[in-house]
């Protein structure tokens, strides 16, 4: 009687039902099922995530779809599951999914034409902020020395020395001129007093052409043997440290296959 019986529940479909073969054993189906999974987009991690199941397919809220960058369909219907509104991703193009209920993680694939674009300018305007009127200033850098010292015959010899650096600015430019100073107070015996100029120097910007301008004289920067050679002349030049927020690396771009997310990688 009992083998009969089971033979006519098979017949009609008592205890038939549908699993996935990666639905772990004795989970009944629901009708929609939030699930979090650990996602990846285009072989690129894109973070953990909540899922909607519903009859085999997968859905996902605005603020992923909009962290992944995909072009949202105007016309999209959502669902609406506790409260939430979940979007289906089979509406994407070249959508494909790998789901592992095992280790909790999911492989996203969409095509290119499925991503928003990414466009690069360069507007200088932007770029680069307009400079404040100039405002004229005088400012002085020194540095004094002064040393003494005594002999056993109870002479005494001081010496004072300075290093003096005077400048000034105003909307035409910035002048510069260093001078040196050496025995000042003639305290030591048989040498004179020297007060020596070093370098001057008058630095002219234009930052609309990141150009400079140098007029003056300046000395080489030599090694241990060598000697310094003292110059004087002009030098019209670029300077970038007048743009600091100019790029001057050049933009690579590349496509792999599968492509990343977005499809463009530009560094």
């Keep these: 009687m009992a083998a009969v019986l089971l033979q006519a529940a ?36 894109a973070g953990g995530w909540p899922f909607v199941e519903r009859e085999g397919n997968l859905y996902v809220g605005a603020d992923a779809i909009e962290e992944w960058r995909l072009r949202m369909p105007g016309d999209l219907p959502p669902i609406r599951v506790r409260g939430a509104q979940f979007y289906p991703l089979a509406a994407f193009p070249g959508y494909n999914a790998r789901v592992n209920y095992t280790t909790l993680t999911v492989e996203l694939t969409f095509s290119p034409d499925a991503f928003t674009g990414t466009r690069l300018t360069m507007e200088r305007e932007l770029q680069r902020p307009k400079p404040s009127a100039v405002l004229p200033s005088v400012f002085v850098n020194y540095d004094l020395n002064y ?31 260093s001078e040196v100073g050496r025995n000042l107070t003639r305290g030591v015996p048989g040498q004179p007093r020297e007060w020596l100029r070093l370098e001057s120097t008058f630095t002219r910007n234009f930052p609309e052409r990141n ?25 019209l030049g670029t300077n970038f440290a007048l743009s600091p927020a100019s790029s001057r690396s050049p933009c690579r771009c590349w496509r792999a296959s599968p492509p990343p997310l977005p499809p463009w990688s530009c560094t």
């Excluded at 010292?149 to 002048?175: I, K, P, Q, Y």
């Design 211 to 235: 150009l400079s301008l140098r007029l003056g004289d300046s000395s080489t920067r030599v090694g241990l043997w060598g000697r310094n050679v003292y110059y004087g002349g002009f030098q």
């Design 147 to 177: 040393q003494r010292s005594a002999t056993r015959g109870n002479l005494t010899a001081t010496d004072v020395g300075a290093l003096l650096e005077l400048g000034a600015s105003s909307e035409l430019g910035v002048f510069t001129t």
């Design 10 to 45: 098979l017949a009609t479909g008592t205890f038939a039902q549908t699993t996935r073969p990666d639905t772990p054993a004795g989970a009944l189906p629901v009708q929609d099922r939030i699930v979090p999974l650990e996602a990846t987009v285009n072989g690129a991690r």
